[in-house]
Nanobody
Framework: QVQLVESGGGLVQPGGSLRLSCAAS????????MSWYRQAPGKEREFVAG???????RYEDFVKGRFTVSRDNAKYTEYLQMNSLKPEDSAVYYC?????????WGQGTQVTVSS
């Protein structure tokens, strides 16, 4: 079955960096687009960044120039490099894939940006 496991979250000071990973299994990773979402307390889950089959990337405006999404097809893993983090980036970050007309989410990893 499809499994997505996020890791790499934690507590970081404003201006710091984190690298999130999403380890995937149960589907042909290299032929599916992957994406990152986040959800802060009391807010709806929102799109952050995505990467397609041909490594075409897309970012929400609030992370452009600070976050970079990438993938390693050999490792079945998607990454999110987050630089210049701000307190408003604090949220649970999730990876997502559409496979066989179903949407799958990981369990999420907490990112807290605070001094």
């Amino acid at each position: 079955q499809v499994q997505l496991v996020e890791s790499g979250g934690g507590l970081v000071q404003p201006g710091g960096s984190l690298r999130l990973s999403c380890a995937a299994s149960g589907f042909p990773f290299s032929s599916h687009a992957m994406s990152w979402y986040r959800q802060a307390p009391g807010k709806e889950r929102e799109f952050v960044a995505g990467i397609g089959v041909g490594d075409v990337t897309r970012y929400e405006d609030f992370v452009k120039g600070r976050f970079t999404v990438s993938r390693d097809n050999a490792k079945y893993t998607e990454y999110l490099q987050m630089n210049s983090l701000k307190p408003e980036d604090s949220a649970v970050y999730y990876c997502k894939v559409w496979y066989n007309e179903d949407r799958y989410w990981g369990q999420g990893t907490q990112v807290t940006v605070s001094s």
